[in-house]
C-alpha cells in the first residue's frame, strides 16, 4: 500500500499542490508526512489571523531554498486545506526539498 504520492500541478514556471495544516501544535512547524495526495504539515502558528499561513509561506520557503514571495496560498486561506503555489520549481525539485521522492520506493 504505502503512502500516496503528493498531487502537483505544474504550470510554466509555477507549481501547485495541496496541503493539510495540522494547526496551533506545540514545537517546531514541520512535515508529518502524506495525506492522500495532499502533504500535511503541523503549524506551530495558531489559527488566527493568517498567522497559521503566514507560518506556513515561511517553513515551505525555507524548506524549499526560496524566497518567501515565491510561495503563495491560491485558495483555501481560512480551510485547513490549503492549494500552494510556488514559483520557479518543479515537482521533481520540490518532491527532492521534501525529501517525498523516495516515498513509495521498496
Known sequence: MGMGNLAIQEHNEDLVFTAKIVPGSSG??????????????????????????????????????????????????????KHVQVSGMNADMLLKKLNLNEQGLS
Open 28 to 81: 517546531q512547524t514541520r512535515i508529518c508526512g502524506l495525506l492522500d495526495d495532499m502533504l500535511k504539515v503541523k503549524v506551530s502558528a495558531a489559527p488566527e489571523k493568517g498567522k497559521a499561513n503566514q507560518c506556513l509561506i515561511k517553513f515551505l520557503a525555507e524548506q524549499l531554498g526560496v524566497k518567501k514571495n515565491a510561495v503563495s496560498i491560491i485558495s483555501g486561506s481560512t480551510s485547513p486545506v
